[in-house]
């Protein structure tokens, strides 16, 4: 992973995925999800884009918050929608 992120300063989430097993807007709409990531600036989870709604993508196009992390177990990166910049935190404190 190279380059570096010019959005850090908008990490407000960095929580794992403790305690997450859903994505909410795929419960509302009866569907399923891949894998689950966490808007890094108002905490939202969102689906990946492997799964058929692509949430937490929809909420980047609507809110411009511009990072997810992963909130899969084991999982520690990061992704700048805008850089196009997967990434890992050096500092993994919450």
Same mark, same amino acid.
């Given at each position: 992973?190279?380059?570096? #992120? &010019?959005?850090? %300063?908008?990490?407000?989430?960095?929580?794992?995925?403790?305690?997450?097993? +859903?994505?909410?807007?795929?419960? $509302?709409?009866?569907?399923?999800?891949?894998?689950?990531?966490? #808007? &890094?600036?108002? %905490?939202?989870?969102?689906?990946?884009?492997?799964?058929?709604?692509?949430? +937490?993508?929809?909420?980047?196009? $609507?809110?411009?918050?511009?990072?997810?992390?992963?909130?899969?177990?084991?999982?520690?990166?990061?992704?700048?929608?805008?850089?196009?910049?997967?990434?890992?935190? +050096?500092?993994?404190?919450?």
């Amino acid at each position: 992973m190279t380059g570096t #992120c &010019t959005h850090l %300063g908008t990490v407000h989430h960095r929580e794992d995925g403790t305690g997450v097993d +859903a994505c909410p807007a795929c419960i $509302a709409m009866g569907s399923h999800w891949s894998h689950l990531r966490r #808007c &890094t600036e108002c %905490g939202q989870i969102g689906c990946c884009d492997n799964s058929p709604n692509r949430h +937490a993508t929809a909420h980047y196009r $609507a809110t411009k918050h511009p990072i997810i992390r992963s909130v899969e177990p084991g999982e520690e990166w990061y992704w700048c929608y805008v850089d196009e910049l997967a990434f890992e935190l +050096a500092d993994r404190a919450h």
